[in-house]
């Protein structure tokens, strides 16, 4: 507080922390956009209203100003143990080793939960976690400019926060609803702050029985309203400006090139290039898995739906927070007529790093996994929001859908798909069309052209290499590749597959590409009677799924030599009417690779994952705000140090700061001497051996006989000399030397890290009121 400001009751305090409330609760609606429901603004409106009326309560109590600050930090960490801690806590409130154990791995989650999320986000329990610690934050943050600073003009620092981080994930911003309510709680509390301070003035110029040294000043009520609605109104338009002009993530970057710390990417554009995996001789282990009914399938990790000339990728559709795996929906376009059947498999992850899960398609529920899981509607597929892959043991349930060739044959239109599924370029290279053609008009079905595109692929004609794409300058998977594949006629999975899809879609029939896993390779090893199969790098594979109404989507095996081509699926298999999906294993001769996926790339077994570390690295944001809430107190005392050194060097009541200073320190140190005259604690810290110097007992008389001067004698209105200024400066330096010097190192140590003074209830003289001081 500033010496001419005005001491406010618990009353007038509490009408600037309700104000400050509401500016911060009507802030943090700007993150509307980012994150799905309203449940997390509840959330954050309990915590920042936790933090701030503790600081009102402890205010009202008497508890000093500047420890108030340390104080609403501690309410913060209560609050976060008691709605994160769980069962780690002490009585759910006091934090223990295992709660700062589990605020590390929220705050790791945290960082995975924004890279991988699209906007609008489910919030998971480690995103509500970096929400509460934000917002706690900035509440403690304002409760300092407002109530300790008084200066709340400046609450606009901690409030731009969520008003900027809008501009930087989504075009539109920040909505001009909440600019206006936030513009209008921020003129409220500049109103609240001004009529506080007038009142508070008008007391203590009535108050008789107190001796001011500074005579209270009014200032011009309006003078200071057209003030703070300058401020305001230069704020507001600033951060509108800012939220507006500030350039997007979703359109200032090539999404799916950032690293995994892109804030809330919007969804993921992984361009297929199994190649440079395919070329690695070495294969690391990928995961295993006991299929208890001797079910050989593959597993998806994503599915590809999106054609855009050069590139497949995932279209952008944010996680459903509904969408749970403990139950999953049923397959798209899927009839009750088709027999289906459910087998569970247990799997554990080695070294894969993906937030996609390795499920087969289609799965009906998984159990058992750590972190947030979410299935896709149209593929069924398995994202983490807040974790990945590594060390994940879980039981998944497959679905197997037996579709007879019958029923295949007789699909009729797909009228139960999206339309994107068909959708391609208009121009292309004439040799797909052309194949298509070729391919398909000798069709009398869908189902039939699907399997002479995929007999085609597989014939003597085409030869499975990973090197020849590369030699020949056509390795990826868009049309000018899959018009050079055709004419070469040598690729691998991803030319294949791609290939498939393309034609496939030409012809009219749906179509999309999964990339996940063959099937692995039995080994010896049993568990409870039950052959284990490891699955690996080189069983990385990509391969299409085609739409058939009434069945759902089918998979195929367009790619010679790889994995087991689907019974339903080979030449004659029309004569066979009862022929259902496969259930062989894999073959393992070829090698595989694996696409390059964003934003994980540590589908080859890399450990470059940023945050798959280690429990000790986990450990030092947890360490670094250990040190930084212990360095609380020592700062706050420091800055207070300095403001009364600036008042003595200004000469503004230079007496009075000086003593205050010296007893300061002297109670850090833990001498008692909070209350009593300057002659009575001048007497009682004599007597120690460090104050015999002659002079530094002279020292310490001089600022004794400076303070009862200031505080006693007629008040002639000068200033002190310069030399006066200078010379007790030097007095309070020579005193406080002495009295650490003098001091035992426990009690040094005590002095800076913990200064009691902050504690120690400040006792008013009676009659006596010293102006307003640091």
Not at 198 to 226: I, K, Q, Y
Not at 650 to 661: L, N, P, S, T, V
Request: with cysteine; net charge negative.
């Amino acid at each position: 507080m500033h010496p001419d400001q005005a001491v406010l009751t618990p009353v007038q305090r509490l009408a600037l922390t309700t104000a400050s409330f509401v500016l911060m609760a009507t802030a943090i609606m700007a993150l509307g956009p980012l994150i799905a429901g309203s449940g997390w603004w509840w959330l954050c409106a309990f915590v920042s209203a936790g933090v701030l009326f503790a600081g009102a309560g402890l205010r009202a109590v008497r508890v000093p100003g500047g420890l108030v600050p340390v104080l609403e930090a501690v309410v913060l960490l209560m609050l976060l143990t008691l709605l994160f801690g769980g069962s780690t806590g002490l009585l759910f409130l006091v934090p223990l080793p295992d709660t700062f154990a589990l605020f590390g791995e929220l705050f790791s989650g945290a960082q995975r939960t924004i890279a991988q999320q699209s906007v609008p986000a489910v919030t998971v329990p480690a995103l509500s976690f970096a929400l509460a610690l934000g917002v706690g934050v900035l509440s403690i943050l304002l409760d300092v400019l407002v109530q300790v600073a008084r200066r709340p003009a400046f609450a606009a620092v901690p409030v731009i926060v969520p008003l900027l981080i809008p501009g930087f994930i989504v075009e539109s911003g920040v909505g001009l609803l909440v600019l206006v309510l936030v513009a209008a709680s921020y003129l409220l509390l500049l109103r609240v702050d001004v009529r506080v301070n007038r009142a508070a003035r008008f007391e203590h110029a009535r108050d008789d029985g107190v001796t001011t040294v500074t005579a209270p000043r009014r200032v011009p009520v309006a003078s200071t309203l057209g003030a703070s609605l300058g401020v305001a109104g230069v704020g507001i338009v600033v951060a509108s400006m800012l939220a507006v002009s500030t350039p997007s993530i979703s359109t200032s970057l090539l999404l799916g090139t950032g690293s995994q710390s892109t804030l809330f990417a919007r969804g993921v554009s992984p361009f297929i290039d199994l190649g440079r995996d395919l070329r690695r001789p070495e294969a690391r282990p990928a995961f295993r898995y006991l299929a208890r009914d001797g079910d050989r399938p593959y597993f998806t990790l994503l599915t590809l739906d999106r054609f855009e000339g050069d590139v497949w990728s995932v279209a952008d559709r944010p996680v459903d927070g509904d969408n749970t795996v403990d139950a999953m929906g049923a397959p798209v376009g899927l009839s009750p007529d088709v027999e289906t059947s459910e087998h569970p498999i247990d799997v554990l992850v080695n070294e894969v790093r993906t937030t996609w899960l390795p499920v087969p398609y289609p799965s009906t529920s998984v159990e058992g996994l750590r972190g947030s899981w979410f299935w896709d509607e149209d593929s069924l597929t398995v994202r983490s929001a807040d974790t990945n892959t590594a060390g994940q043991r879980y039981e998944v349930t497959r679905l197997a859908v037996e579709p007879t060739v019958v029923q295949l044959r007789e699909a009729g239109p797909a009228t139960s798909v999206d339309a994107r599924y068909l959708e391609l370029p208009e121009e292309m290279p004439e040799i797909i069309g052309a194949t298509a053609v070729n391919l398909a008009s000798g069709a009398a079905t869908p189902y039939d052209a699907a399997v002479a595109i995929q007999a085609y692929l597989r014939s003597p004609d085409f030869r499975y290499s990973t090197e020849a794409p590369v030699e020949g300058g056509y390795d990826g998977g868009g049309f000018d590749v899959i018009g050079a594949f055709l004419e070469q006629k040598q690729g691998y999975c991803v030319h294949f597959a791609s290939t498939m899809a393309v034609l496939a879609r030409e012809a009219g029939i749906p179509a999309r590409i999964s990339i996940g896993y063959t099937s692995g390779t039995p080994t010896t090893d049993r568990v409870d009677g039950v052959q284990r199969v490891e699955v690996d790098t080189h069983d990385l594979h990509a391969w299409p799924e085609l739409y058939f109404e009434g069945v759902g989507w089918v998979p195929f095996e367009p790619t010679p030599g790889r994995g087991s081509v689907p019974e339903y699926s080979r030449p004659g298999a029309g004569q066979s009417p009862t022929s259902v999906l496969p259930t062989g294993p894999a073959s393992s001769t070829a090698p595989s690779g694996r696409p390059e996926l964003d934003p994980d790339r540590g589908l080859a077994g890399q450990t470059s994952d940023p945050f798959a570390n280690s429990g000790a690295l986990r450990v030092i944001p947890i360490l670094f705000g250990i040190v930084a809430l212990l360095a609380i107190p020592s700062l706050v005392r420091a800055l207070q140090r300095g403001a009364r050194r600036r008042r003595i060097r200004q000469g503004r009541e230079a007496a009075d700061a000086a003593w205050r200073e010296f007893v300061a320190t002297a109670t850090d140190i833990g001498i008692g001497v909070e209350s009593g005259t300057p002659r009575a604690i001048a007497s009682l810290v004599a007597a120690r051996p460090a104050f015999h110097e002659p002079v530094v007992r002279a020292a310490l008389l001089r600022l004794r006989d400076a303070v009862e001067r200031a505080r006693f004698g007629p008040d002639d209105g000068r200033e002190p000399a310069p030399e006066s200024r200078r010379r007790l400066l030097g007095d309070l330096d020579a005193v406080r030397s002495a009295l650490l010097r003098d001091a035992a190192g426990r009690d040094r140590a005590a002095a800076a890290l913990l200064p009691r003074s902050l504690v120690e209830r400040v006792v008013r003289v009676p009659g006596v009121r010293a102006g307003g001081g640091a």
